[in-house]
């Protein structure tokens, strides 16, 4: 076991040997928008090493998959789709397989991937994305499997090179780990204790991003608005993002996901002042009932809930209000049931994530003897789901007439011939305009609403220097 250091900072040594050169990588990633983030980081080390990239894993020389233990079903979907790359490896013995990510970090699944699937070759966790380099050269010097799973991290490690997927949108780890242990959740075993970068750090990085002409910072930690609780001195997350928001060329700031009990007034403050931090709050709820929300260890109560939520609104009006729910908890009753739903009405969330609880391994709630059974969650779920589709049609009307400044990102993937783009409370807009404007922030008539798109006109095309900051 080595030793480890609390939030010891170490810059990424970059690998020169060009082992990746002439080859071609795929990597498959499931889950959060951490995982799509690391694998934005293991794109960074691999081209640094000389490898291309292909959407095609039959034309690839590495397969990489890039596991979550959050999501249902990731071990029956993983070893389906490693399973069947069999064949392939046999008949191309000179490919090789990887698996990493958070499933990998829980023992018990870790042995079952060494066991039943002999074919991969390479094998790392969340705690040493930046050894891939040196993992991936043993595997091609010796031939060998490799299996290297830290149980901790070793510290943080700065300087990381990232190949980001997004020329406009960029999303910035603040915080790794959590310190908050929600009986349902496998995240602080497989991304461990809370970890915050150092503000200079992460400003350095944003800086960059916007000298490289990125538009939006999306901020990630598995609970952000924790972040700066453990530095020492210990630091605010609303400090960091007044900072950010200094930025040049930085035109939005969002973040993701924050934890209601760690939502100060500061915070709060910081949402309806700081121009380029976005009028956008995913607050998780998770469940209504007090009795549900004491087993999930979430430390609030219902009221707590509805007077955070009464505090934001009365700060910030218009805030788009998002949030997620589990149903079907171990030991929900219908009448908690009941009060999850009383919740989705009273707080009116413009939109909510959706979730069936399906037992983590390894977490308090799964060893639970009062797992509800599949039919009530279905039924619970689609009542639940019937609600908020209603809420959310009627909150995307009210927003017909007005008009919304949006980011546009390009053409809509449906309809290639009109453009797309994000409205500040991060609402898909599709609307007629010029290709040029991509990148440009433009305002947009609302003419037409459905459950999650809007519609609209563009108003004017502003000059790109005047495009941003709050109406
Ligand atoms: S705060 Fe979020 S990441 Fe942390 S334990 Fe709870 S659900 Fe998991």
């Not at 930046?130 to 991936?136: A, K, N, T, V």
Request: glycine letters at 8%.
């Amino acid at each position: 076991m080595k030793k480890k250091l609390q939030n010891s900072i170490t810059n990424y040594t970059a690998r020169s040997r060009p082992i990746g050169v002439g080859k071609r990588a795929y990597i498959k990633t499931f889950g959060c928008q951490m995982n799509e983030h690391d694998t934005e980081i293991i794109m960074g080390e691999l081209s640094q090493i000389g490898y291309k990239f292909t959407g095609d894993p039959t034309e690839a020389d590495l397969i990489l998959f890039n596991t979550c233990a959050v999501r249902e079903n990731p071990e029956r979907k993983l070893f389906g789709q490693v399973g069947d790359l069999a064949a392939l490896k046999a008949r191309r013995p000179d490919l090789i397989i990887g698996i990493c990510g958070c499933l990998v970090q829980q023992q018990t699944i870790l042995e079952r991937i060494i066991q039943r699937l002999p074919h991969v070759d390479l094998i790392f966790g969340t705690h040493n994305l930046h050894r891939l380099p040196y993992l991936l050269e043993t595997v091609l010097e010796t031939g060998r499997k490799v299996v290297e799973v830290w149980d901790e991290d070793q510290g943080i490690v700065e300087g990381m090179p990232v190949q980001r997927v997004d020329d406009l949108k960029a999303y910035v780890t603040v915080h790794y780990g959590c310190d908050k242990y929600c009986s349902f959740c496998i995240v602080p075993q497989t991304r461990g204790r809370q970890r915050s970068r150092r503000a200079g750090d992460i400003l350095a990085e944003i800086e960059e991003l916007g000298r490289q002409g990125y538009k939006e910072v999306m901020l990630l930690g598995q609970n952000v608005n924790a972040w700066g609780k453990d530095l020492d001195p210990p630091a605010d997350f609303a400090d960091l993002l007044w900072r950010i928001n200094d930025v040049p060329g930085i035109e939005r700031i969002r973040f993701t996901s924050p934890h209601p009990r760690d939502l100060t007034d500061r915070q709060i403050e910081t949402l309806r002042d700081a121009p380029k931090v976005m009028e956008q709050l995913h607050l998780p709820l998770q469940a209504g009932s007090d009795a549900v929300l004491y087993r999930m260890n979430r430390r609030y109560t219902q009221a707590d809930f509805l007077r955070l939520v009464e505090k934001v609104r009365s700060a910030i009006p218009d805030i788009v209000l998002t949030t997620d729910i589990i149903v079907g908890f171990p030991g929900e009753t219908e009448a908690d049931f009941q009060e999850t739903l009383k919740v989705v009405e009273e707080v009116q969330f413009d939109s909510a994530f959706t979730f069936v609880y399906s037992p983590r391994p390894g977490t308090p709630a799964a060893r639970s003897t009062e797992q509800v059974p599949e039919e009530e969650k279905r039924d619970r779920i689609l009542r639940l789901i019937a609600l908020q589709n209603e809420i959310s049609r009627r909150k995307m009307e009210a927003r017909v007439g007005r008009t919304e400044e949006v980011l546009v990102e390009g053409p809509s993937e449906k309809d290639p011939e009109r453009l797309a783009g994000r409205s500040r409370g991060n609402h898909w807009v599709i609307f007629d305009g010029p290709r040029e404007l991509r990148g440009e922030i433009v305002p947009v008539r609302i003419t037409a609403a459905q459950t999650f798109n809007l519609f609209g006109e563009l108003t004017s095309v502003p000059a790109p220097a005047a495009a941003g900051g709050r109406a």
